[in-house]
């Protein structure tokens, strides 16, 4: 079946734009996690979502980050008057239920220059 | 807070070489899973295993195996007779009942050389 697709692939803005990642999860799968990836580091925990709420959010750096979830399944991590430390790759990740393997999209590329 | 050490950040070996990935990790949880991730050049995670505390019984899958320590907080991976295929930063990621989350080490890239 269709793993977790997310669109864009790469998206390069300027500094003090604002862009929106989006990513779609397997079907059925309730739990959806955003993590962001810097170059030679492990992936950060970003947000959760346990259906439509955002059930931890605690790695969001700071108030220009949000993400929604409205109906569940896909979700849009939305980043305002980006900045070049804003620069990394974005993951997001479906599972089944919590404890249940995480399936990873290939990641949103966003360059700010 | 939890902590995931995998304090080798590069290895490389020549294919054929039996390699072993190490994972040291910091819990006050008494139940957690956890988990190792590759992700190739082409950057996408692929998860490999997810291990319950509970278990202690070493796992063979193929040519890797992974050896699990409660009592020093370890769980390593070992890859038999390595391919060039093989090379990938490798991610342990501990689960903690706590966080409901993934909680990612540096990982360790490995370059197997033909």
């Known amino acids: 079946g269709a793993g977790v697709s997310q669109t864009p692939s790469n998206k390069v803005t300027e500094k003090g734009k604002y862009v929106e990642l989006r990513c779609d999860p397997i079907?059925?799968?309730?739990?959806l996690y955003w993590y962001r990836q810097s170059l030679g580091q492990g992936p950060e925990f970003l947000i959760y979502f346990q259906g439509t709420g955002a059930a931890d959010d605690s790695g969001l750096p700071n108030d220009r980050f949000f993400a929604v979830r409205p109906e569940g399944s896909v979700s849009t991590l939305k980043i305002q008057r980006t900045e070049r430390g804003d620069s990394a790759v974005y993951l997001c990740?479906?599972?089944?239920?919590?404890?249940?393997?995480?399936?990873f999209g290939n990641g949103t590329r966003l360059t700010v220059t | 807070a939890q902590k995931v050490t995998q304090a080798q950040t590069e290895i490389s070996v020549v294919e054929k070489e039996d390699v072993t990935l190490d994972c040291v990790y910091e819990?006050?949880?008494?139940?957690?899973?956890l988990f190792w991730y590759k992700q190739p050049p082409s950057g996408e995670l692929v998860f490999l295993i997810r291990r319950n505390s509970f278990d202690e019984q070493n796992e063979i899958s193929g040519r890797y195996s992974w050896n699990f320590q409660k009592s020093t907080s370890s769980f390593n991976f070992t890859i038999t007779a390595s391919q060039v295929v093989d090379s990938a930063v490798y991610f342990c990621a501990p689960w903690m009942n706590a966080g409901n989350m993934l909680t990612f080490g540096g990982g360790t890239r490995l370059m197997v050389k033909p």
């Open positions: 819990t006050r949880d008494t139940t957690y899973y």
């Open positions: 079907s059925g799968h309730t739990a």
């Open positions: 990740a479906s599972s089944r239920d919590l404890n249940s393997p995480l399936h």
